[in-house]
């Protein structure tokens, strides 16, 4: 056996390894969604369900006012991300190719704002939702994370890809600015939208802490934060129905990759940093 075919071996086992390490979780996920509470806390553990039951789920549906804990996760991550692919993108083309003042320093506030860990803006933030009036309801959950830095910057990096000649021959054309973006640009950044908008709608619907403080009443609470109040109690936790819970709340993000993944991978080999 050569060396290089030993070599591709080893690489095949550590992606195997790798694999398993990433999956494991996940099928645990599944398989203990479905065993009891015994079942759950005995030792050692089991890995295939004894007795497989549905009780997790028909509790998470019957105890949990489900329809709107996922109306209001959708509504904050649908909303979060159209502002996003919106706002990102019109910002990311200006930055790349529009020249105008303070353009340098415009970007350089983006990217140090993209430095700055979120806990360190997150009280700030709220006493700013909290003095216009926006706690406990749908907009102070939507409206602090419709632009992010990171949206900003990947936007950039892709329109700064894209040959200049386009935007001098849409002006040679007589088009205005706002019909080169829609018409010229934003149809060539399929790729880079396709992974802003996973990568936004993935963190939105899994975000917790912030729905948890500014969603006071259950009708504005989001799935992960029904999901932890309702499964937490003072003495004991029912992890069957977290994990049911948490089952239910991966599908939609799982449906989401497999309907863009070509365009998440497109847009991971071509958004360069120049």
């Known amino acids: 056996m050569s060396a290089h075919t030993r070599g591709r071996w080893w690489l095949y086992a550590l992606l195997t390894v790798m694999l398993v390490a990433v999956v494991a979780p996940f099928a645990w996920m599944v398989l203990g969604s479905f065993k009891t509470q015994g079942e759950l806390l005995q030792n050692p553990p089991t890995w295939w369900p004894q007795t497989a039951t549905l009780d997790n789920y028909t509790q998470l549906f019957s105890r949990l006012n489900f329809k709107q804990y996922f ?123 396709a992974t802003l908008g996973i990568l936004t709608f993935l963190g939105s619907w899994n975000n917790f802490l912030w729905p948890l403080v500014v969603a006071q009443q259950e009708q504005h609470y989001t799935l992960p934060v029904a999901l932890a109040l309702y499964s937490t109690g003072q003495n004991s936790t029912q992890y069957g ?10 599908v939609p993000v799982l449906l989401v990759f497999l309907v863009f993944q070509r365009r998440f991978i497109e847009g991971i080999a071509t958004t360069g940093i120049k």
């Open 241 to 250: 129905l977290l994990l049911a819970g948490a089952t239910v709340v991966v």
């Open 71 to 193: 109306f209001n996760s959708t509504v904050v991550a649908v909303a979060v991300t159209a502002g996003n692919l919106l706002f990102c993108s019109m910002l990311g083309y200006a930055l790349a190719m529009l020249s105008f003042k303070g353009k340098k320093a415009l970007f350089g506030v983006v990217m140090a704002t993209l430095m700055i860990p979120g806990v360190v803006t997150f009280v700030p933030l709220f006493v700013l939702v909290a003095n216009i009036g926006l706690i406990d309801s749908l907009p102070g959950l939507i409206l602090p994370f419709l632009v992010t830095p990171f949206g900003v910057f990947l936007m950039r990096q892709f329109f700064l890809g894209l040959p200049r000649d386009l935007l001098d021959a849409g002006r040679v054309d007589g088009a205005g600015e706002l019909r080169i973006f829609t018409r010229i640009f934003l149809p060539l950044a399929g790729p880079a939208l």
